[in-house]
């Protein structure tokens, strides 16, 4: 799980019966709606919550079971009580097409879940991925290859919505078939003859899937700033905290700034301890390498810095944004349960170091 600057979630009462979920959506092709068996799968709804164990999830968690899964719905069955935003028992999240392996299975009440390896999201805890459980019926077993032969690129926007048709874009969202992808979210795109506001991408079962051009970019291949970096991180600014988070919809502290150097071509660990730990060469496999920082006065913006108990204990990070007119050292970060992204004083927290990735 994530580490933060706030205590472990607890479950709250009694909530902690398996909810049954509904069925999935029809699909054109039904073979491509769940994993089935498969080792390597891919994300088949917007943003896959991966939870700590099926028999943690609690009926209020229901939205975030479905295929298509329903994440404002969720957030909006919890808005009403900060335990149970704060008691979500999620580890991560993964986003669209994003590929998992498949370690184990499991069946609860009936339905099938998958222990997954998250790709893409570095961490010690297993040089494979980022564990955690999902139900079966949100992957898929099939991914069409590219048929553009185009460069993939990525949402930029914090989300944006994917239309099944030029005139369904155009008429507005959300619409019927419509669905909204977070940030980040991978795409081959190509133009749209006689309509240059538009691409068309596709989606796992290869249909066509319509988005205003203006929403995607190509990831960097080099020449990424500090500067960049906390463009990046001011988009989602007023984004409402979600623990396990890694999506426009809302981000814990380590799920924001992992997210906005994965879309800057960079892929940092998942969690906070590590993010500090790959500056002093404990990089997790796949991770990038970093830099020790260890005095605000050598910090430059875009650097994470970290805070806790001690390089032992990082309990949070944010990102580095530079001095305000007072001098103060500034960062952009999510910061706890019930608060939104923000620019705050890192003399807020008690500070332990920080890393650097460029």
């Known amino acids: 799980m994530p580490l933060s600057d706030i205590a472990l979630p607890v479950a709250v009462g009694a909530v902690l019966s398996l909810v049954p979920l509904a069925g999935p959506a029809p699909a054109a092709d039904a073979s491509t709606a769940a994993c089935k068996g498969a080792r390597t799968c891919y994300v088949d709804v917007s943003v896959a919550q991966i939870w700590e164990s099926p028999d943690k999830v609690r009926p209020v968690d229901a939205k975030a079971l479905t295929n298509p899964v329903d994440i404002r719905g969720w957030f909006a ?192 660990p998942r969690d906070s301890q590590p993010q500090y730990d790959a500056g002093g060469g404990r990089a997790p496999a796949g991770s990038a390498e970093g830099e020790r920082i260890t005095s605000t006065a050598d910090l430059r913006p875009g650097d994470i810095v970290a805070f806790g108990a001690g390089t032992s204990n990082v309990t949070h990070v944010g990102i580095y944004v530079g001095r305000n007119a007072q001098g103060e050292p500034m960062m952009i970060n999510s910061p706890r349960t019930g608060e939104k992204v923000r620019e705050e004083p890192l003399s807020n927290r008690p500070f332990v170091g920080a890393t650097r990735f460029l």
């Not at 919505?161 to 190509?190: D, I, M, Q, R």
């Not at 991180?233 to 905290?241: C, I, N, Q, S």
């Open 77 to 268: 069955a919890m808005a009403h009580d900060l335990d149970l935003r704060r008691g979500v028992p999620g580890e991560t999240q993964a986003l669209y097409g994003g590929r998992v392996t498949v370690v184990e299975t499991t069946t609860r009440n009936g339905v099938l879940w998958d222990k997954v390896l998250v790709h893409g999201q570095p961490t010690p805890r297993d040089a494979g991925g980022y564990p955690g459980w999902v139900p079966d019926r949100l992957l898929t077993k099939h991914r069409k290859k590219d048929p553009y032969g185009t460069t993939p690129e990525r949402i930029t926007s914090a989300t944006a919505w994917g239309h099944p048709t030029p005139e369904s874009l155009a008429a507005g969202a959300p619409a019927e078939g419509a669905t909204e992808y977070s940030y980040n979210t991978e795409f081959a795109v190509k133009p749209v003859p006689g309509e240059p506001s538009l691409v068309e991408a596709r989606a796992n079962d290869g249909s066509p899937i319509y988005f205003e051009r203006d929403d995607f970019e190509e990831v960097p291949s080099s020449g990424v700033t500090g500067a960049d970096v906390v463009a990046e991180a001011r988009k989602f600014t007023g984004l409402d905290y979600l623990w396990s988070g890694t999506a426009g919809f809302g981000y814990d502290c380590s799920g924001l700034t992992s997210q906005v150097y994965s879309a800057l071509g960079i892929t940092i």
